[in-house]
């Protein structure tokens, strides 16, 4: 599976000291999407190996719908790109609007920690195309500037 939405209401227990839902909490979803959709892809476990760019576009409001959407972007040898957006919405009012988004990267491991080789991702439209190409160059300028294991 190269993608994955999560779907749940923001609840009461999830506010900030501001009344809206805790980046840290949104992080949290975002780390599951992104190991659901990695462990889906490799079929075994994987942990978080890098998390770049996130960036809070909006809050999330106590009671509103939010989507956790992790799509596989990239594959490296023993690594899995994954690009995840976080919307949300009032319920009532139907519209779903970007909250959240960033690149996170996972590594497929034996018991022992050891990283083991992932099935290549080749995208088939052009619009996966481009969101591994976005990958890709978020990778490459990381690691230039040593911000990759």
Same mark, same amino acid.
Request: proline share 5%; charged share 20%; with cysteine.
């Given at each position: &599976?190269?993608?994955?939405?999560?779907?749940?209401?923001?609840?009461?227990? /999830?506010?900030?000291?501001?009344?809206?839902?805790?980046?840290?909490?949104?992080?949290?979803?975002?780390?599951? @999407?992104?190991?659901?959709?990695? /462990?889906?892809?490799?079929?075994?476990?994987?942990?978080?190996?890098?998390?770049?760019?996130?960036?809070?576009?909006?809050?999330?409001?106590?009671?509103?719908?939010?989507?956790?959407? @992790?799509?596989?972007?990239?594959?490296?040898?023993?690594?899995?790109?994954?690009? $995840?957006?976080?919307?949300?919405?009032? &319920?009532?009012?139907?519209?779903?609007?970007?909250?959240?988004?960033?690149?996170?990267?996972?590594?497929? $491991?034996?018991?022992?920690?050891?990283?083991?080789?992932? $099935?290549?991702?080749?995208?088939?439209?052009?619009?996966? &195309?481009?969101?591994?190409?976005?990958?890709?160059?978020?990778?490459?300028?990381?690691?230039? @500037?040593?911000?990759?294991?």
């Amino acid at each position: &599976m190269s993608s994955i939405t999560l779907r749940f209401l923001a609840e009461p227990s /999830t506010v900030n000291f501001g009344g809206k839902v805790h980046g840290g909490t949104v992080m949290k979803w975002i780390d599951e @999407a992104g190991y659901a959709c990695a /462990t889906s892809w490799a079929k075994r476990y994987c942990v978080t190996a890098f998390i770049g760019s996130i960036r809070f576009h909006r809050p999330i409001m106590i009671g509103d719908l939010v989507e956790v959407e @992790a799509r596989l972007a990239y594959t490296g040898n023993t690594s899995m790109n994954i690009s $995840v957006e976080v919307r949300s919405g009032d &319920m009532k009012g139907g519209a779903m609007e970007k909250t959240t988004e960033c690149l996170i990267v996972f590594v497929s $491991v034996d018991s022992h920690g050891r990283p083991l080789p992932v $099935v290549p991702y080749v995208p088939g439209t052009p619009g996966e &195309m481009a969101l591994a190409e976005r990958a890709k160059t978020h990778l490459d300028a990381s690691r230039a @500037a040593g911000n990759t294991p």
